[in-house]
């Protein structure tokens, strides 16, 4: 099947550093791609979706300017997560669909993420 | 807008018993509805996936099903075994390609 790579894999930061995580789809080009939060103990929450070449459109109470998302190719999305706060601290995960019209993502292996 | 739910929220067996997990969702326009299971900690792991137009897929020990005009499905784990315990997570689909998951069942497989 398809692979989706998501770095890092668990990022340590203090409050106040902006922090970037990457996902790329290694064998397939992926038009769009999906950021989603996942907090200790509850479901994953979709965040954001990313376009390649255009704007993300981001979820409801999601903040845009905190969580700024680039997708400048077809294999690569990133999110970074600008002056993180502990609360900020969650599990994130990337997936992709692939561009030829078929219904299926696939998962990057997620990124814990700890604001101290 | 769409809700998924599953029930029940945790479920502890013994080894060797058949189990039923329960997923349902409130709008019937969906693409797909896939299973996955995640480890503590860990990221996703698909388990079956079942096409708006199907009514069940089976892998191995695994069966999940799909009633999609009462919203419904069910994933049917035969002769559990301690490595089956994780989380259990239902998404659905919508016609936006957004997956939408339901909060999980967390299974522990006693040997």
């Known amino acids: 099947g398809a692979v989706v790579s998501q770095h890092p894999s668990r990022v340590i930061c203090k409050s106040g550093t902006s922090v970037k995580i990457e996902c790329r789809s290694l064998?397939?080009?992926?038009?769009?791609m999906f950021w989603y939060r996942q907090f200790p103990k509850q479901s994953l929450m979709l965040m954001a979706t990313s376009n390649e070449g255009s704007k993300a459109t981001y979820e409801q109470g999601v903040e845009k300017d905190k969580f700024l998302i680039n997708h400048a190719s077809l294999t690569l999305s990133t999110l970074t997560v600008t002056s993180a706060h502990p609360e900020d601290s969650s599990f994130y995960i990337c997936?992709?669909?692939?561009?030829?019209?078929?219904?299926?993502?696939?998962f990057g292996a997620g990124t814990r993420l700890s604001v101290l | 807008k769409q809700e998924v739910t599953q029930i029940p929220a945790a479920l502890s067996v013994p080894e060797g018993e058949n189990l039923v997990l329960n997923c349902s969702f409130t709008?019937?326009?969906?693409?797909?509805l896939q299973w996955f299971r995640q480890d503590p900690g860990k990221g996703l792991t698909s388990l079956l996936l079942i096409q708006s137009s199907q009514r069940e897929q089976t892998s191995g020990r695994l069966n999940a099903s799909l009633d999609k005009s009462s919203g419904r499905s069910t994933l049917y784990i035969a002769a559990s075994q301690p490595g089956d315990s994780a989380t259990y997570l239902c998404a659905v689909m919508d016609s936006s390609y957004k997956l939408i998951f339901g909060s999980g069942t967390r299974l522990l497989v006693r040997p």
């Open positions: 997936s992709a669909r692939v561009s030829s019209g078929e219904n299926i993502q696939y």
């Open positions: 709008d019937s326009a969906i693409y797909n």
């Open positions: 064998d397939f080009q992926a038009t769009t």
